[in-house]
T-cell receptor
Framework: KAGVTQTPRYLIKTRGQQVTLSCSPI?????VSWYQQTPGQGLQFLFE???????NKGNFPGRFSGRQFSNSRSEMNVSTLELGDSALYLC??????????????FGNGTRLTVT | AQKITQTQPGMFVQEKEAVTLDCTYD???????LFWYKQPSSGEMIFLIY????DEQNATEGRYSLNFQKARKSANLVISASQLGDSAMYFC??????????????WGAGTKLIIKP
């Protein structure tokens, strides 16, 4: 079974630009979540989607948005990039449909550098 | 208040020795999951082991085992017979009851483990 695939692997953007990151979950997984990882703040939750609906959102400004398609693939978008948005962005998918939380499986991440 | 505490920012361990990475957590939910992930310098977050709050036995996966002490709210990771390839950051994480509409993983700050040859 193929793992979680994130593209691109690396991105360099300029302040003020926007960026779109893509994530393909493990086949059959309907839940996709996004995390931002920085040396200063550690791992922070961005949002989670299930069946094309955003179920939960972290404490990030509105410049950060996402969506999920009918095939469970997800994209996240960051508009008006700031230097502080430089980070490793991790996408994770989960098959857990029951009440008990199950493991999340992560992709390799997209490393975004804003100059 | 921090929900996941990893008190060891870094550890040096001799190859082939066992190592215990500490993790304590805080939740009022009855249903929750505890996870350990490994992150090598390449950045990928690798799932290692999972313990559900209702699991009575400690989880084991190969050389990894989770020492789950529910009353103490402790979920330490034990790596037996450490290898050079175990050098990485290790994160403890918790996922609370999704019925509270909280689907996110809550992360500890991580422990940087270095295995010495």
């Amino acid at each position: 079974k193929a793992g979680v695939t994130q593209t691109p692997r690396y991105l360099i953007k300029t302040r003020g630009q926007q960026v779109t990151l893509s994530c393909s979950p493990i086949s059959g997984h309907r839940s996709v979540s996004w995390y931002q990882q920085t040396p200063g703040q550690g791992l922070q939750f961005l949002f989670e989607y299930f069946s094309e609906t955003q179920r939960n959102k972290g404490n990030f400004p509105g410049r950060f948005s996402g969506r999920q398609f009918s095939n469970s693939r997800s994209e996240m978008n960051v508009s008006t990039l700031e230097l502080g948005d430089s980070a490793l962005y991790l996408c994770a998918s989960s098959a857990s449909l029951s009440r008990l939380p199950g493991p999340l499986h992560f992709g390799n991440g997209t490393r975004l550098t804003v100059t | 208040a921090q929900k996941i505490t990893q008190t060891q920012p870094g550890m040096f361990v001799q190859e082939k020795e066992a190592v215990t990475l500490d993790c304590t957590y805080d939740t009022s939910d009855q249903s929750y999951g505890l996870f350990w992930y490994k992150q090598p310098s390449s950045g990928e977050m690798i799932f290692l082991i999972y313990q559900g709050s209702y699991d009575e036995q400690n989880a084991t996966e190969g050389r990894y085992s989770l020492n789950f002490q529910k009353a103490r709210k402790s979920a330490n990771l034990v790596i037996s017979a450490s290898q050079l390839g175990d050098s990485a950051m290790y994160f403890c994480a918790m996922r609370e009851d999704p019925m509270d509409s909280n689907y996110q993983l809550i992360w500890g700050a991580g422990t940087k483990l270095i295995i010495k040859p």
